[in-house]
């Protein structure tokens, strides 16, 4: 599944105003990396390192340019899609048409943040023999040696039903999952194994996130008033926004929130406050990975008084044509900073 354009505000949910032209960077960087071998393994480690050094400074350049932020948490996905289906192609050799590679979490959904978490799953067929052990692991190891920490799994099909039978976390995380190389029937296949019909209903997936939504509030005081919140997972953080989406998702088959008005579960303008939310909540998200260099998502008080000094880091929504009042998202109000 390609990452779908990002869908700006307009008189129709899910229609693309204006459409959003592919960042110049990626074809310029598929391109450089693409002569890289690894005759020298040490001059593959600094091609790639460079790449994803110029390409990290061109999105903070852009991020201080004020352009909206979903574009730029979109491009680090593809940024990121560049890099490893390049490496994966230089590491996996006469096993690239056995296993697949798979995004998941946030970075399957094509979201990623300047330090986000990047999740990537190995998909494996049904076999006993474990040929593709050294390449994998020569694979792993050269993406921390580039800089990119990465979190991996390596999973069989029967893998992958058993572990998310035993953990809603784990089936949350391979809803979002998109193929970046290798076989598409196994891919296909693995969400086969893993639709509701076979695992997780709807209504059990349901009151499974409730319940997990619940717990994780009380751990931030079921407030969202907090004077330092964490703008990922406190009440009315980020995370209760992807809440929606996942149940959405499991229910409907639905890929975006834009198609939750064609399904009847949002009015227009409840899509418009939702995304509006979603948009602001990302740019302080955004502007604390690069204040902090390191995956931050608590607005504390330095970083609220280095943010407000910002020129670059201006606490307001960018994307609506039609709505520019924060308050009127369902945003907590510590977001609201118009």
């Not at 907090?226 to 703008?231: A, R």
């Not at 902090?292 to 609220?304: A, K, M, N, S, V």
């Not at 044509?321 to 945003?331: H, K, L």
Request: aromatic residues 8%.
């Amino acid at each position: 599944m390609d990452i779908q354009p990002v869908p700006y505000e307009s008189d129709e949910p899910g229609a693309v105003w204006p459409p959003p032209a592919p960042w110049p960077m990626l074809a310029v960087l598929t391109e450089r990396l693409a002569a890289v071998t690894l005759a020298v393994p040490a001059n593959a480690i600094l091609a790639f390192r460079g790449a994803l050094e110029d390409a990290d400074t061109a999105l903070k350049a852009r991020f201080a340019a004020d352009e909206p932020v979903e574009l730029l948490v979109r491009d680090r996905a593809l940024l990121v899609d560049v890099v490893l289906t390049r490496a994966w192609a230089l590491y996996a050799g006469a096993h690239a048409g056995d296993l697949a590679l798979v995004a998941v979490g946030g970075y399957g959904r094509g979201e990623l943040h300047p330090c986000s978490d990047i999740d990537v799953m190995v998909l494996l067929p049904k076999t006993e023999s474990t040929p593709w052990q050294g390449g994998l692991e020569q694979f792993l190891t050269f993406l921390w040696d580039i800089g990119l920490e990465v979190g991996h799994s390596v999973r069989t099909i029967d893998d992958c039903q058993k572990e998310s039978l035993a953990d809603i976390s784990v089936a949350t995380t391979l809803l979002e999952a998109r193929r970046l190389a290798g076989p598409e029937p196994l891919y296909v296949a693995m969400k086969k194994a893993l639709a509701p019909d076979h695992i997780w209903s709807a209504a059990e997936f349901y009151e499974a996130k409730v319940k997990e939504q619940r717990t994780r509030h009380l751990r931030f005081h079921d407030t969202g008033y907090n004077l330092e919140p964490n703008v990922k997972a406190s009440p009315g953080g980020l995370r209760d926004i992807q809440t929606i989406a996942w149940v959405a998702k499991r229910h409907f088959g639905a890929e975006t929130l834009d198609e939750l008005v064609d399904h009847g579960f949002l009015t227009r303008n409840e899509l418009r406050k939702l995304k509006n939310a979603q948009g602001l909540l990302w740019k302080i998200r955004f502007a604390l990975h690069v204040l902090t260099g390191r995956r931050e998502d608590r607005l504390l008080f330095d970083h609220q008084i280095t943010s407000r000094a910002s020129s670059a880091t201006r606490m307001r929504p960018t994307r609506s044509r039609s709505s520019s009042s924060c308050s009127a998202t369902t945003a907590p109000s510590w977001t609201s900073r118009c």
